[in-house]
């Protein structure tokens, strides 16, 4: 039975920047697709900046824009602005970058790559761990 989620809860955001955590956790330990892993992480980032955001009381807005999640948190006056600051500068075009032509494609650097996964990770770990205990929206 296909599992329902819910774009205002904010464990099925992590839900889902979980499961995508997995797959480029795995890519990135091989050294396989540098800009789709890239792409990839820029999402868990972004998924896992809206699950904050839900939780501080942020109302949901289709965005992909990470510098703008990272002002959202910041005018909120989160104590995790500051950390994701970085992050959404390193990411900021990596959405966009391997998904249509007309961009310059970075070298692959996977040392950066693997240290900035290590950052995600422990952010995603983070937010999920200010969640109420009972994270994920049950099945119908």
């Known amino acids: 039975m296909p599992r329902k989620t819910d774009a205002s809860n904010p464990a099925d955001w992590i839900f889902i920047a979980e499961s995508d955590l997995g797959a480029i956790d795995s890519l990135v330990r091989q050294e396989l697709g540098y800009a789709m892993c890239r792409s990839k992480l820029a999402e868990v980032l972004e998924k896992t900046l809206k699950a904050e955001l839900i939780r501080l009381g942020w109302p949901l807005e289709k965005t992909h824009e990470l510098a703008k999640l ?37 070298d692959a650097d996977w040392p950066d790559l693997r240290q900035k996964l290590s950052e995600i990770t422990a952010l995603l770990a983070t937010v999920k761990a200010r969640l109420p205990v009972k994270h994920a929206t049950p099945p119908p």
Request: aromatic share 14%; charged share 20%.
């Open 70 to 106: 990272g002002q959202e948190l910041q005018a909120r006056g989160s104590d995790l602005a500051a950390l994701v600051r970085p992050l959404c500068m390193a990411f900021a075009q990596s959405y966009f970058v391997s998904r249509y032509p007309g961009f310059d494609l970075e």
